[in-house]
């Protein structure tokens, strides 16, 4: 019975290969900032109100005009075609019909156009964006997007160079990709991965280039090697208004400093990220550096978090602290690895049914209603 993220997860295990598990599961260096992640989060309580009227609890938020039904939503997740295929239309579709925000990713395996079209209109699908170092590459992205009609583009900052992963590393795990033996061996022991992909082909970055042209194998190892821009700065901002008139969200912000920045710059909101634990292995919780930034922003744009949320309580524990709503990765992503399109639902159902009933014991009856003093830290 699959009941929490730990359930999602083991079931994904068996399914996937152990270089495709461990490119999901695994964080950089020694994976601390993984585990804090989700330890400070585990480390925060809710403390309840009594004798509270929750007859009536209402989850659902707005952001940029749009009526979420919970304060969550899926991040931006590459190479999900490698879990299943059709694995960003799966989770596009899971996203919306559980009224939640889907985060397409540059490293997608689905054209953005095609991710697009799989859901209403009405749905929320935001574009997270990479800038390589041939802006190009951003630049007919940006323009694609805009015309799909993405609502949001999501510019990440915290991937100047990939961060070591060195579960990765001891698997082999790069492009071109040449299996080991001891990977061949692997691919065997799970037939039904194995055929899937086998009948869809090599999953590969297709947005990389305009058309249904493949892009070159390059670029698809300079995109999964995260080879950015390293001269983008905050005045390159001015390039990326001159491309996209929409919301425009800057995501992988823990300095203070940084939001400020961002505040300065016109952004229209950021994502409190760490990657995942993905990046950098030296860096803070995002749940523990989320007061100080929401203090530097001052309620002037809104604030997203991601990185190390399991349970719809921990997005409440970020909404509660003064979060707009969370973003989930690894949940998703194993949701998608253990039944597809109905896997994520479900997961999402989980997230969704747990701040609801979270809300209920803690006596709040709207998201509003959270404040920073009903988060308490043990002595």
């Given at each position: ?41 585990a ?34 997740l ?29 490293a ?9 079209a799989?859901v ?5 699908q ?9 802006r ?14 993405y ?8 991937v ?7 579960r ?23 037939p ?187 002595v």
């Amino acid at each position: 019975m699959l009941l929490r993220y730990a359930d999602f997860r083991a079931r994904a295990r068996v399914r996937l290969p152990r270089f495709v598990f461990d490119y999901v599961d695994s964080g950089a260096e020694d994976e601390s900032c993984l585990a804090r992640n989700e330890r400070d989060l585990a480390d925060c309580h809710l403390l309840p109100l009594c004798l509270r009227n929750t007859t009536k609890v209402d989850t659902t938020v707005e952001v940029f005009g749009q009526r979420w039904s919970g304060p969550v939503g899926i991040a931006p997740l590459g190479f999900s075609g490698l879990v299943r295929p059709d694995g960003d239309v799966l989770l596009a579709m899971a996203a919306a019909k559980a009224g939640v925000p889907f985060v397409l990713s540059t490293a997608s395996n689905a054209r953005l156009e095609s991710v697009r079209a799989a859901v209403p209109s009405a749905s929320t699908q935001w574009m997270q964006l990479y800038v390589m170092s041939d802006r190009g590459i951003a630049e007919q992205m940006v323009r694609r997007a805009k015309v799909a009609g993405y609502g949001a583009l999501v510019l990440t900052v915290d991937v100047p160079v990939s961060g070591l992963r060195e579960r990765d590393v001891r698997n082999g795990f790069k492009l071109p990709f040449r299996p080991s033996l001891r990977t061949l061996a692997d691919l065997v022991t799970h037939p039904g991965w194995s055929l899937s992909m086998a009948r869809q082909g090599s999953p590969s970055f297709v947005n990389l280039a305009e058309g249904d042209s493949q892009s070159s194998a390059r670029l698809q190892a300079a995109l999964l090697a995260r080879a950015m821009d390293r001269s983008l700065v905050w005045d390159s901002l001015t390039w990326l208004r001159s491309l996209w008139d929409g919301p425009l969200l800057i995501k992988g912000v823990l300095n203070p400093a940084d939001a400020s920045l961002a505040v300065r710059h016109g952004v229209d909101g950021i994502v409190v990220s760490n990657h995942g634990g993905r990046q950098l292995d030296a860096a803070p919780s995002t749940i523990s550096v989320l007061p100080r930034v929401l203090d530097a922003t001052a309620g002037r744009i809104p604030v997203f978090v991601d990185s190390g949320f399991r349970r719809g309580s921990d997005v409440l524990k970020a909404i509660a602290l003064g979060a707009r709503a969370a973003f989930i990765g690894r949940p998703a992503m194993w949701g998608l690895a253990a039944d597809g399109e109905q896997g994520v639902s479900s997961v999402l159902r989980l997230f969704l049914e747990e701040i609801a009933r979270t809300m209920t014991l803690i006596g709040n009856t709207e998201l509003a209603d959270l404040k920073p003093r009903q988060v308490v830290h043990p002595v």
